[in-house]
């Protein structure tokens, strides 16, 4: 049985790592009170609750906070275990690989997420950063035949923890392929990938969660980048 | 390793005799011959050959064989080293052929088990190693404080990889790899959840069961992931302004570290578990770092020092890390590999 206690999510709309924990929430069914932070003037409960990073996701469970969006999506599955389906696989060895690609995940993809919108000064360094985050990919669409064995996505019929975790950088993905004239995930290079890019978006659980207005998140950049702020894990 | 030193003509007749014996033994063994020094490094076996002459000690030739059979051979003795130690007879020459030999056939036992590995036929657990590496070194405590038979293979990190590293681990050709049954897991946190959810029955538990001290736990092992080893790497590499910075990040990052551990005796409170785990390994590199930044764990954060010491206490740990003289003396050799001049 879920344990007592509220929900409460401190977070940016367009942070990737609180996305994933959004979209986690809502494939359990979970209701939660969603706080939307000013990373240009952090809560003293944002700053209270993850005073190592002070950054967004922060999940508040019965006011006692969970910090990195990765151990947040875990402490979600385990504590309301019986709400539904875990995004984490039960075998110890599908975990495993689980755990491995979400690490992969965070590790290229992430560090060339940062490179394409928030560090590069040039749009060569953009591009570089994009080139990176392409390869990952790349690296990512064998994953994704190996783990789906068919199905439509990385945790099989239905969403799982890699889905989650590369499923929060849509919304910026969106906005880049805007900017740049063409898409990240490129449907020629990355097919399994394009297509489990449009089942993700169509998921009821990433609905309303999963930015899909490239313009409305290419206005909030510049806010964003004004912060300087460290990045959102 | 001993040099071997040879009087006579008839020795220089056996010397020829041992340096096609080596060669023959190479050449069995697909390994590089080299005659170069490898150093204090562990994990490099050397065979040596050494001469009690009793009857004439002018130098002749001096004649040393190196071979680097990373690990694979099983140790005869405490050092790393198989020493040979003969009297100087005319059948001697023959002898070491023996002693060779058996090595040999060892050596052709061990490659028949890695083309069973690789081949996945292998059923216990398995872990590639790197006899410095201390994320490696996580597994092997985690797996020796539950008592779990693992097989340590050491893997050829710094020259040509192993195809049996290069299968299992194609994304990042790293260490640790834990290979049970045949299937690899990759990533040291990774293999510690692996551990834990594979052996749901072995004690000890190093994950409580309440999913808040599992956050709890999981965050910090994550904190020390993303601090520690990345700071201490450029702490040793860089010089002025970086290992400045890097310096202070050090400090803030065990000040961190120091302060979540408090009171308690480990960092999940009384018992040892998964973040002592993560962090632990990477305390044989703290004097590394103290020499390259100036300072002092033990004065600065005394009861992580402590902290340090109590899980050194535990069997596991004592046996398992690599001793801080030797983490220096590795980090020499990386610089000279990189290029660095202190």
Same mark, same amino acid.
């Given at each position: 049985?879920?344990?007592?206690?509220?929900?409460?999510?401190?977070?940016?709309?367009?942070?990737?790592?609180?996305?994933?924990?959004?979209?986690?929430?809502?494939?359990?069914?979970?209701?939660? &009170?969603?706080?939307?932070?000013?990373?240009?003037?952090?809560?003293?409960?944002?700053?209270?609750?993850?005073?190592?990073?002070?950054?967004?996701?922060?999940?508040?469970?019965?006011?006692?906070?969970?910090?990195?969006?990765?151990?947040?999506?875990?402490?979600?599955?385990?504590?309301?275990?019986?709400?539904?389906?875990?995004?984490? $696989?039960?075998?110890?060895?599908?975990?495993?690989?689980?755990?491995?690609?979400?690490?992969?995940?965070?590790?290229?993809?992430?560090? /060339?997420?940062?490179?394409?919108?928030?560090?590069?000064?040039?749009?060569?360094?953009?591009?570089?950063?994009?080139?990176?985050?392409?390869?990952?990919?790349?690296?990512?669409?064998?994953?994704?035949?190996?783990?789906?064995?068919? %199905?439509?996505?990385?945790?099989?019929?239905?969403?799982?923890?890699? #889905?989650?975790?590369?499923?929060?950088?849509?919304?910026?993905?969106?906005?880049? #392929?805007?900017?740049?004239?063409?898409?990240?995930? +490129?449907?020629?290079? =990355?097919?399994?990938?394009?297509?489990?890019?449009?089942?993700?978006?169509?998921?009821?659980?990433?609905?309303?969660?999963?930015?899909?207005?490239?313009?409305?998140?290419?206005?909030?950049?510049?806010?964003?980048?004004?912060?300087?702020?460290?990045?959102?894990? | 390793?001993?040099?071997?030193?040879?009087?006579?003509?008839?020795?220089?007749?056996?010397?020829?005799?041992?340096?096609?014996?080596?060669?023959?033994?190479?050449?069995?063994?697909?390994?590089?011959?080299?005659?170069?020094?490898?150093?204090?490094?562990?994990?490099?076996?050397?065979?040596?050959?050494?001469? +009690? #002459?009793?009857?004439?000690?002018?130098?002749?030739? %001096?004649? +040393?064989?190196?071979?680097?059979?990373?690990?694979?051979? +099983?140790?005869?003795?405490?050092?790393? =080293?198989?020493?040979?130690?003969?009297?100087?007879?005319?059948?001697?020459?023959?002898? *070491?052929?023996?002693?060779?030999?058996?090595?040999?056939?060892?050596?052709? &036992?061990?490659?028949?088990?890695?083309?069973?590995?690789?081949?996945?036929?292998? %059923?216990?657990?398995?872990?590639?190693?790197?006899?410095?590496?201390?994320?490696?070194?996580?597994?092997?405590?985690?797996?020796?404080?539950?008592?779990?038979?693992?097989?340590?293979?050491?893997?050829?990190?710094?020259?040509?990889?192993?195809?049996?590293?290069?299968?299992?681990?194609?994304?990042?050709?790293?260490?640790?790899?834990?290979?049970?049954?045949?299937?690899?897991?990759?990533?040291?946190?990774?293999?510690?959840?692996?551990?834990?959810?594979?052996?749901?029955?072995?004690?000890?538990?190093?994950?409580?069961?309440?999913?808040?001290?599992?956050?709890?736990?999981?965050? !910090?092992?994550?904190?020390?992931?993303?601090? *520690?080893?990345?700071?201490?790497?450029?702490?040793?590499?860089?010089?002025?302004?970086?290992?400045?910075?890097?310096? /202070?990040?050090?400090?803030?990052?065990?000040?961190?570290?120091?302060?979540?551990?408090?009171?308690?005796?480990?960092?999940?409170?009384?018992?040892?578990?998964?973040?002592?785990?993560?962090?632990?390994?990477?305390?044989?590199?703290?004097?590394?770092?103290?020499?390259?930044?100036?300072?002092?764990?033990?004065?600065?954060?005394?009861?992580?020092?402590? !902290?340090?010491?109590?899980?050194?206490?535990?069997?596991?740990?004592?046996?398992?890390?690599?001793? $801080? &003289?030797?983490?220096?003396?590795?980090?020499?050799?990386?610089?000279?590999?990189?290029?660095?001049?202190?």
């Amino acid at each position: 049985m879920a344990g007592g206690g509220d929900l409460k999510l401190l977070g940016v709309w367009t942070s990737p790592y609180v996305i994933r924990v959004r979209v986690a929430l809502n494939l359990k069914s979970l209701p939660y &009170e969603y706080v939307e932070e000013n990373l240009g003037s952090k809560s003293a409960l944002l700053l209270a609750s993850n005073p190592v990073h002070k950054t967004v996701p922060v999940l508040l469970h019965g006011g006692r906070p969970v910090n990195e969006s990765q151990v947040i999506l875990q402490y979600i599955d385990e504590v309301y275990a019986s709400n539904g389906p875990s995004v984490l $696989p039960a075998d110890p060895y599908e975990c495993a690989a689980a755990r491995f690609w979400a690490a992969y995940v965070d590790d290229k993809v992430g560090a /060339a997420w940062q490179g394409m919108l928030f560090t590069c000064r040039t749009e060569e360094e953009r591009a570089a950063a994009v080139a990176r985050a392409v390869a990952a990919l790349q690296t990512l669409e064998g994953a994704l035949e190996e783990c789906s064995k068919g %199905k439509a996505f990385f945790g099989g019929d239905a969403i799982g923890f890699v #889905d989650v975790v590369l499923g929060g950088y849509l919304g910026w993905f969106g906005a880049v #392929d805007k900017m740049i004239g063409r898409r990240v995930i +490129d449907p020629a290079k =990355t097919p399994l990938l394009a297509r489990w890019e449009e089942r993700f978006r169509a998921a009821e659980a990433a609905k309303g969660v999963v930015p899909d207005d490239a313009d409305k998140m290419l206005e909030f950049l510049p806010t964003l980048l004004a912060l300087s702020a460290p990045k959102s894990k | 390793m001993a040099a071997v030193e040879w009087s006579s003509t008839r020795r220089a007749f056996e010397v020829a005799w041992l340096a096609l014996v080596a060669l023959l033994v190479a050449a069995v063994l697909d390994d590089e011959l080299t005659r170069e020094r490898t150093g204090e490094m562990r994990g490099v076996l050397v065979v040596s050959v050494a001469v +009690d #002459d009793t009857r004439d000690s002018r130098s002749g030739v %001096k004649f +040393d064989v190196n071979l680097d059979l990373s690990g694979m051979v +099983d140790i005869v003795s405490d050092q790393n =080293t198989l020493c040979l130690a003969y009297k100087a007879e005319p059948s001697s020459a023959a002898s *070491v052929h023996t002693v060779l030999h058996s090595v040999i056939h060892t050596q052709k &036992e061990r490659k028949k088990e890695l083309q069973r590995m690789v081949a996945g036929e292998e %059923k216990g657990l398995v872990l590639l190693d790197f006899w410095v590496s201390p994320f490696a070194q996580r597994c092997r405590i985690a797996l020796a404080e539950k008592g779990l038979a693992c097989e340590s293979v050491e893997q050829e990190l710094l020259g040509e990889k192993g195809e049996l590293l290069l299968r299992s681990n194609p994304v990042h050709k790293k260490v640790p790899v834990l290979l049970h049954a045949g299937r690899a897991v990759c990533e040291s946190l990774v293999i510690l959840e692996y551990i834990e959810d594979a052996f749901p029955e072995v004690a000890p538990r190093l994950l409580s069961a309440d999913p808040l001290a599992r956050a709890h736990a999981r965050f !910090w092992a994550d904190y020390v992931d993303k601090t *520690v080893y990345g700071i201490g790497t450029r702490l040793w590499k860089l010089k002025g302004e970086g290992r400045a910075a890097a310096r /202070a990040e050090m400090l803030e990052t065990l000040r961190t570290l120091d302060g979540e551990l408090g009171g308690k005796a480990f960092f999940g409170g009384e018992a040892f578990g998964f973040v002592d785990v993560a962090l632990i390994p990477l305390t044989s590199w703290f004097y590394s770092y103290e020499e390259h930044g100036g300072f002092s764990v033990q004065e600065e954060f005394p009861r992580l020092a402590e !902290w340090a010491r109590r899980c050194g206490e535990r069997e596991s740990v004592a046996k398992i890390l690599t001793r $801080p &003289e030797d983490v220096l003396d590795f980090i020499g050799l990386l610089k000279k590999c990189y290029g660095i001049v202190e």
